[in-house]
């Protein structure tokens, strides 16, 4: 067997052997998506696991502007921007990025993974270097392997690593330090006013990702710059389209002259096609949704604290979330796959991370709470979380 079919057979003895034993959750089939609950072969659940933040997703005005969209331009694109034409509305969505984000212009993408790929890949190079966080999502971490720089990684949030790392590089050596704004697998923060600090110290760039910050962070939903009161400390905005915003895509926000670059560098700008007119339109209209109705992101306060500080109170471990991704840490992988297995079974919708996406040991469930669940639909899932840790020795 060569190592490409051992590889393959590994993984689908790995697949098949979960699916044997019951505990295999991954590509769930949905038959119904509605605010807070979802269905699955047939059974109603509470959904602990939607990045809709803001229970966008099904909203009236941004499901009408996709259909307006579609009756205008129908229902693709000729192809790349660049050479096949750009719409309006692709251009309106730029600027109401810009606008949100408080920068000179922006950039949209077909994918979140694909603008980290790209805009990494595009920004530094073979005599670069490039920081990251140690629990930087995968999407970034390939953006540096593929631009081919020099790749440091700094302990999780650990500002001290980090300095040491900007030391490593040369004075003059371009420097590129990227963090998620919030960790996707522990909801913790990441220390924006030090990490700016140092990048300024040492003249690096700094990226931020807001894929899971954008509409949760800072008092009106703007992000991590709003939630520290720290306007322009960001260089490189990057975002996603697929989370809070119901919609898909991927977009850059900063200076004009670093967008301008980007429209004519960036790989999966020029060579793949652009976003399709509906998928903009309900962009740019949540954008709107989200400064008009900043009730949803009051809900979405309490909900982190009520579903937070429950879970604390009952003993669980959720590291240092502080915002609506609570992982619920269980131990070993077995013990994550069956709180999910006794959780769902009670009406829970939630999944189980295991390694080697987290590391050995600290298996989770990862449960995102959104603003439109209710206190009570919380106080419930509070109660099976209890009574399944209790079964299984995850909490006393
Ligand atoms: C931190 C982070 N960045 C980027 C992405 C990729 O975004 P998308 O799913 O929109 O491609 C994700 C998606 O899970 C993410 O969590």
């Keep these: 067997m060569s190592s490409i079919q051992k590889r393959i057979a590994e993984m689908n003895r790995r697949v098949e052997d979960l699916q044997e034993r019951g505990i295999y959750f991954y590509l769930q089939p949905l038959d119904g998506l509605n605010g807070a609950w979802v269905s699955s072969n047939g059974q109603r659940m509470l959904n602990f696991a939607s990045y809709s933040y803001l229970g966008l997703l099904g909203h009236p005005r941004i499901e009408q502007a996709a259909q307006e969209a579609i009756k205008q331009y129908g229902t693709g694109t000729h192809g790349v921007r660049i050479l096949a034409g750009s719409l309006p509305l692709h251009v309106e969505l730029e600027q109401t990025i810009a606008r949100f984000k408080k920068a000179e212009a922006a950039i949209v993408y077909s994918s979140g993974y694909v603008t980290n790929l790209t805009t990494?890949?595009?920004?530094?190079?073979?005599?670069?270097?490039?920081?990251?966080?140690k629990f930087n999502h995968a999407s970034i971490v390939d953006g540096c392997l593929l631009s081919g720089a020099r790749f440091l990684r700094f302990r999780h949030n650990d500002?001290?690593?980090?300095?040491?790392r900007l030391r490593q590089a040369a004075p003059d050596q371009g420097k590129l330090v990227i963090v998620d704004a919030v960790f996707s697998m522990d909801g913790d923060v990441i220390d924006l006013p030090e990490v700016s600090r140092l990048c300024?110290?040492?003249?690096?760039?700094?990226?931020?990702?807001?894929?899971?910050?954008?509409g949760v962070l800072g008092e009106t939903g703007h992000g991590i710059?709003?939630?520290?009161?720290?306007?322009?400390?960001?260089?490189?905005?990057?975002?996603?389209?697929?989370?809070?915003?119901?919609?898909?895509?991927?977009?850059?926000a900063g200076k004009?002259?670093?967008?301008?670059?980007?429209?004519?560098a960036a790989r999966a700008f020029v060579f793949s096609a652009a976003l399709p007119p509906a998928q903009v339109a309900a962009a740019r209209a949540s954008f709107e949704v989200i400064e008009d109705e900043p009730e949803r992101i009051?809900?979405?306060?309490?909900?982190?604290?009520?579903?937070?500080?429950?879970?604390?109170?009952?003993g669980f471990d959720t590291l240092n979330s502080e915002t609506p991704i609570v992982p619920i840490i269980c131990g070993a992988d077995e013990q994550a796959y069956q709180m999910a297995r006794l959780c769902q079974e009670e009406g829970i919708f939630v999944l189980p991370v295991v390694s080697p996406a987290?590391?050995?040991?600290?298996?989770?469930?990862?449960?995102?709470?959104?603003a439109v669940h209710t206190a009570s639909d919380i106080a419930h899932a509070l109660d099976i979380f209890e009574s399944a840790g209790k079964q299984l020795g995850v909490i006393g």
Aim: proline residues 2%; charged residues 25%; negative net charge.
């Design 256 to 264: 004009r002259e670093l967008i301008t670059y980007l429209k004519h």
């Design 200 to 214: 300024r110290e040492h003249n690096a760039l700094l990226m931020v990702d807001e894929a899971h910050s954008l």
């Design 358 to 370: 987290v590391p050995v040991g600290a298996a989770r469930l990862r449960a995102n709470v959104t």
């Design 298 to 314: 009051s809900a979405l306060r309490r909900n982190v604290g009520l579903f937070l500080n429950g879970l604390r109170a009952r």
């Design 159 to 164: 500002m001290g690593d980090l300095e040491q």
């Design 120 to 133: 990494v890949s595009t920004l530094v190079g073979r005599d670069d270097v490039v920081i990251c966080d």
């Design 225 to 252: 710059e709003e939630h520290f009161g720290m306007e322009g400390a960001i260089d490189v905005q990057m975002g996603t389209l697929s989370k809070t915003i119901p919609s898909v895509g991927g977009y850059v």
